[in-house]
């Protein structure tokens, strides 16, 4: 089955907030998925919408309105954990392989107190291609970044994720460079 | 991977969403970036500039005048609420309700002044101004980091908003919460811990009265007719400084037609003396090629600035096609459409297809009264254009006798520039689906 979303194609004569309308509650899940906060999501949402708004007539091509919304709303995201200082809870030994080994078989989270657990970049990478089915150059193109530098945080994003879930390898597959 | 994606979206799609805070964050952010645009659109007359997403349009600045503010002489302009505010703002100031609250606290060499509050059950208000040390130098924008309190507890987390410096400094800048739970008396408390990069404590402590008065409304009748066109009120709310209305709408254009194609919804506030008020804002899907085969639906939250103090509203769909031509501005993209222009004179006929004659213009001590003989089928007026100063001045409201109507505009002195200005369209109306709303 493919991960890849069929998306409906806003027509060419949208509004700005027709086409919001069925974007808001994806924008809404995905801000949350960062900051896991109610009202946090809320303000990032907000200042997403008004950024949108601002720069609607940029978008020429209404049907990538959903990927363009995305991108400020992430970027909103960013701006709001730098701004706000939101603690992200991050223990360095994720880094070093090996030395969490012995607690790994204890260590039965679920993938939404995983999730919580990784930087918002990789975060950020984590929703968009498993979430919104991005391909890699996708993901490259919105997050303004090199493809290969999108492949090396994916594959240590997900090797973290493996290491991080009891089930890893098994349930997962191996953290490779074909994503 | 499968697995990880279907993890993913379960653990996305699993979060709850607040649907009445996430449509009231959705709203207000829409009311910020479209007063935002208002704010630092200047547009040319005949160019409607970058509308062609632009859902709820404000014409012009002289429409944000109310009756209120043109009779009421100098009163009150200094106000920020008043100065800044939309047409309900404006009125709570020039009728008292605005409370004065003149507080100021100084650190770190920066004088901050809370001026003016209001509250009633659909916003809170706060005139904010920033006076800062002349060795101080801000950047283009001004950051605040900031909290509310209410009776002590937090109004959500702490927040902060960017402000353009020049505005918060010379004219003052309104702070707009759209919070709506507050208490008769409301004992607030403003923490400001950050202006830029100095830290510092500005801490404001006061009480606001709430503007009690709220009507709301849900058991109106679906008006539909014969071609499938409908209009829907589902809910209206009243506040002293805004109306809310939700609203579902189907039209259907009737015909081809070549042009450009604006939908439209005007709320015409009716006052008890027969006077019509002309919207300020008046919601707007706009299309730049026809739509012919199939039916244009709207399902919208309006807040509307209540600038007349009336509980009666007209409901009126539209459609309008203008003619005319795409172009681009210094302003953005934009339309140029072909309009009428005929002297500001008596007598004068303006248009040709359904031709509006000019009887009578009478200037009045604070309004000019223009009499039409006219086809009165949607609220659209013509404008009158000062042709040396560019400037345009707006209807404001009408009155209907019979065959003629009764048109009021700000008062404007003549000159010789003046015309009679009105963009060359054509309407389809949808006389089944009018519906008049009270709210007493």
């Known amino acids: 089955m493919s991960i890849f979303k069929m998306r409906k194609l806003p027509e060419e004569h949208d509004s700005f907030e027709q086409l919001l309308v069925n974007e808001q509650n994806k924008l809404y899940r995905i801000a949350y998925s960062y900051v896991r906060n109610e009202q946090d999501a809320l303000d990032i949402v907000q200042d997403a919408i008004i950024k949108g708004y601002k720069s609607f007539h940029k978008l020429k091509d209404r049907s990538l309105f959903s990927t363009w919304m995305i991108r400020i709303l992430i970027n909103c995201a960013l701006d709001h954990i730098r701004r706000e200082k939101v603690v992200v809870p991050f223990e360095a030994d994720w880094y070093i392989p090996h030395v969490n080994e012995v607690n790994q078989t204890i260590m039965s989270m679920d993938i939404s107190h995983v999730f919580d657990q990784l930087k918002p970049n990789q975060k950020t990478i984590i929703l968009l291609r498993f979430f919104e089915g991005y391909s890699i150059r996708e993901i490259a193109d919105i997050l303004e970044k090199p493809e290969g530098t999108i492949k090396s945080q994916l594959h240590r994003t997900l090797q973290i994720l493996k290491k991080k879930l009891e089930s890893g390898g098994d349930v997962y597959g191996e953290a490779s460079s074909r994503y | ?253 009737d015909e081809a037609v070549s042009g450009f194609q604006d939908y439209k919804l005007a709320i015409v506030g009716v006052g008890s003396d027969g006077e019509r008020y002309i919207p300020s804002q008046v919601m707007s899907t706009f299309y730049d090629t026809p739509r012919v085969d199939g039916k244009q639906g709207f399902y919208r939250n309006m807040k509307l600035p209540r600038g007349v103090n009336v509980y009666s509203y007209l409901i009126v769909p539209y459609i309008i096609t203008y003619q005319g031509e795409k172009v681009t501005s210094a302003y953005g993209e934009g339309y140029n459409y072909d309009h009428y222009s005929v002297p500001f004179a008596e007598d004068e006929i303006i248009g040709a297809e359904n031709p509006i004659k000019v009887e009578k213009i009478k200037q009045e001590s604070d309004r000019t009264v223009v009499t039409y003989e006219m086809d009165l089928g949607v609220p659209e007026f013509p404008y009158i254009h000062n042709r040396d100063t560019e400037e345009m001045t707006y209807p404001i409201s009408y009155r209907s006798d019979g065959s003629t109507i009764e048109v009021s505009y700000p008062k404007i002195e003549t000159t010789k520039g003046l015309e009679f200005f009105m963009y060359i369209k054509t309407y389809q109306k949808f006389p089944g689906l009018q519906t008049e709303i009270n709210l007493n």
């Open chain 2, 1 to 253: 991977m499968e697995k990880l994606h279907q993890d993913i979206k379960q653990m996305v799609d699993h979060v709850t969403i607040p649907d009445e805070k996430l449509h009231s964050t959705v709203q207000n952010a829409l009311l910020k970036a479209t007063k935002k645009e208002k704010q630092t659109h200047i547009k040319k007359h005949h160019i409607i500039a970058a509308i062609a997403s632009i859902f709820v349009m404000a014409f012009g600045v002289l429409l944000f005048q109310s009756y209120e503010e043109i009779a009421s002489g100098d009163h009150s302009k200094k106000s920020i609420l008043f100065q800044n505010g939309d047409e309900g703002l404006q009125r709570m100031v020039m009728e008292g309700k605005v409370q004065d609250l003149s507080l100021e606290v100084e650190d770190q060499g920066i004088k901050v002044l809370l001026k003016e509050g209001y509250i009633d059950n659909s916003k809170m208000a706060v005139s904010i101004q920033i006076i800062p040390d002349s060795t101080i130098t801000f950047p283009e924008h001004t950051s605040l980091t900031y909290e509310w309190l209410l009776d002590g507890e937090p109004i959500g987390p702490p927040g902060s908003e960017r402000i353009p410096t020049e505005e918060l400094i010379s004219n003052g800048y309104i702070y707009i919460d759209i919070y709506t739970n507050f208490p008769p008396t409301a004992n607030l408390e403003f923490h400001i811990s950050k202006i830029n990069e100095v830290e510092g404590n500005w801490s404001f402590q006061f009480q606001l009265s709430k503007n009690e008065e709220f009507i709301v409304e849900s058991n109106f009748e679906v008006k539909q007719d014969a071609f499938g066109n409908s209009l829907q009120i589902i809910r209206a709310e009243l506040t002293p400084s805004e109306l809310n209305l939700v609203t579902n709408v189907n039209l259907f254009l």
